[in-house]
């Protein structure tokens, strides 16, 4: 199943850059110009990815973020923004960004990095799974009781 | 009131040599008073006028004639609205509840309108009153200054947020659509077939953007350099963020021993570690660690060496290394350091061996350029000054041997891959 992608970037084209370069490497993507959009995506779809613009004109990339991890926390975030900081680039990395690049960004690298932050998630996911699994096996064998131990 | 004035009431008292003193000290008191650069009036008891010196008279530019037994309301360089004002004054001044100063605006005989500052004493003869010296100082001239100096002051401030949204903004645009000239370029190079002649251009395109972006790059952190108000940072913790940027470090360890060092700067700290950590990351081939320590260096200063294992600087490259267009990379990051550390009053110097490692030496005087404190070390320095002392005189370029002798556990983290962005 091909993964999905949001984009939420104000500038049209960038947005309609981002989408073409995501679509040629299969990727579903859906693309928004504002924070509210974003949230509303968010509400009636799910996405493996967003990449986020740090400034819109109706709210900051960090509280999209914030917003976004609450509906799908298993999302990855991307921050990507046209005014350079390292102030930002540190509150991103602290909210839970998974990667912050600068416009213009290199699209090789971006993909890249999308890749990776991907299947970085995937093998957790699977971890986390494995983990349940486990457990639930062992919690299951310790609830049933033994018949030597309780054979007098 | 003049010593001759007094004669008839005190003369009695006074032999003839402290006479003759006191009528010398008499004329160097009216020389005092003619030649003063501060206009001086004197009134009796009634508000009459007695004497004026020149200062006076060309400040106002009326004649002796005009002023000189003349009650002072009646004087004409006085706005009629004051004249209330100065009688309830001077009724204070003669009961001795004399104000130190106060401020009016009076016209002079062009017409003009003059600020004044005065300052008042009550004349005392013999334990009895005898009339007021006012002294006026005209501050037309200071007061239009200090009003022009506020108003350029706003002008620049107004400018300088204008020029800084502009220029933001502008890079910001830029940025944006040179996003979609990259992304462009790499839609249409999928469509290209190898050798394609035309890829050939769209390389040349490709690298001009590049060019653009570390322009931009570097006139965003030349415009804050100085900019932001220093304050005591946490180096340990701004190295530590500083690390953060790199999503991917290629498995690089770091050490960072920076515990307890806090230093007067600004958040442009962070962007000298990232330019340190960049360079490593980018030119130091098969790096496997970077260190970050301080030790008193004698003196009043700090040393604060970064160093990693890498294949270090030529010698032969030593000397442009901080220049602008240093050809490794985008030619502004080392630049950028020296400028920061300019602004800050610190030096940085490489001391490393070519092959064996990079080695930043960064020296902080104990005070800033204003007597500011420049860096303090908290308690939790001591051990690791003690450590630090224990090793001197043992070379630093072995990062593991010059932190192995500590007991304390390590602010150590490992991070997984390499830079991507």
Redesign the interface.
Known sequence: MNESVLVVDDDVDVRETLSSVLLSEGYLVESVKNGKEAIKASETGYFDVALIDMELPDMKGIEILRRLKEKQPRMVMIIITGFPSLENAVKAVNEGAHGYVLKPFNVAELLKMLRKRLDEKAAEYFQFRTEIEKNTVFSEQFKKPKGSIFTR | MLVTELEPEVGHDLNLESMKLLKGHDRGYKFTIELSPVGIMNMDMKGIVTSVNAALLEGTGYSEHEIVGKHFTKLKFFRAQDITKFLKLYGLILNRRTPKKFQYAFIHKDGTLHQCETFVSLLEAGGKRTGIQAMCIDTTGIRQAEHNRKEMLAKQKLLNEKLNVIS?LT???I?????????????GK?QLAAGHKALEYIDKIESS?SQI?KIL?FA?VYEMLGVEEAAHADVEKAFE??V??F?DLGGVRIINRCKGLVVLAD?LL??VF?HLIDNTIKYGRNVSQIVVCYEEAGAGKLRLAYEDNGCGIPQAEKSELFSKGYEKGSGFGLYLVKEIMKVYGWTIKETGKSRQGAKFAITIPKTNRNGRINYRLTSSMNTELGVLQELEGQQLTDPTRWFSASSNARSQRTAK?KC??
């Not at chain 2, 940025?175 to 839609?187: M, Q, V």
């Open positions: 933001q890079r910001h645009n940025r944006n659509k040179l996003s979609a000239i990259t992304g462009n370029i790499y839609l999928k953007c972006v790059n965003g963020e500083a953060l940027l999503p958040s962070r962007l990232y891959g991507s962005d």
